[in-house]
């Protein structure tokens, strides 16, 4: 099961930055926190990913809390092509069968002219 | 590079038949998956390589085979197909199977239908 709780849906206007939350109140010390959208049944594509400082890409920003039990995901300024659905996932840093990437249902993001 | 590549993007099979969908990546990466994903859901692993030689299963193995020859296949065979198995598959793969830089790539998907 994924380890990971994310709001079924989000809307954003267009323009406007999109913050997508996650719960991870069961991570491990051990444990990123990756994010990956999928873009209409496309290969789901890489965003960021991060283990308890905030991390920023030309792509996102992901903000950890400190307790790291929850993180979000910024997008800036969220254009007509960040309409997506959203996947947090917890990964193992030693890899193994925790190591896999285990996707939960996402986020389904709506961003709207 | 090409990526991550995957043959057929289609594929219409009648319960029993056998078949085997294609993957394969040019980065020389150790690390390589199959997800299936069906309508309205998240992606579920079915079985996963760390490096040639080498399988494990994922969530959900059953009626499903992989081998890793080389590093850079990873077909994965279904043995005796069921309407169950209408999905979409997704083969990924990794630089590493472990550390902290794991982004995945992921091909464009074999769509199946099993009638």
């Known amino acids: 099961d994924a380890k990971t709780t994310q709001p079924p849906s989000m809307d954003c206007a267009e323009g406007r930055a999109a913050n997508l939350p996650c719960n991870h109140s069961t991570i491990s010390g051990n444990e990123y926190v990756y994010w990956y959208r999928q873009i209409h049944s496309q290969g789901p594509q890489y965003i960021i990913h991060g283990l308890k400082n905030n991390e920023t890409n030309e792509m996102a920003s992901l903000i950890i809390t400190e307790d790291r039990k929850s993180s979000t995901l910024i997008l800036p300024h969220a254009t007509l092509r960040d309409t997506a659905v959203y996947y947090c996932i917890v990964r193992d840093y030693y890899g193994g069968s925790q190591g896999n990437l285990i996707f939960g249902k996402g986020t389904k993001l709506s961003v709207k002219p | 590079n090409a990526g991550v590549t995957q043959t057929p993007k289609f594929q219409v099979l009648k319960t029993g038949q056998s078949m085997t969908l294609q993957c394969a990546q040019d980065?020389?990466?150790?690390?390589m998956s199959w997800y299936r994903q069906d309508p309205g859901m998240g992606l579920r692993l079915i079985h996963y390589?760390?490096?040639?030689?080498?399988?494990d299963q994922g969530e959900v193995p059953n009626g499903y085979n992989v081998s890793r020859s080389t590093t850079e296949d990873f077909p994965l065979r279904l043995l005796s197909a069921a309407p169950s198995q209408t999905s979409v598959y997704f083969c990924?793969?990794?630089?590493?199977?472990?550390?902290?830089?794991?982004?995945?790539?992921f091909g464009p998907g074999t769509r199946l239908t099993v009638t």
């Open positions: 390589s760390v490096g040639a030689g080498i399988t």
């Open positions: 980065m020389n990466h150790e690390y």
């Open positions: 990924a793969s990794s630089r590493q199977a472990s550390g902290s830089s794991y982004e995945q790539y």
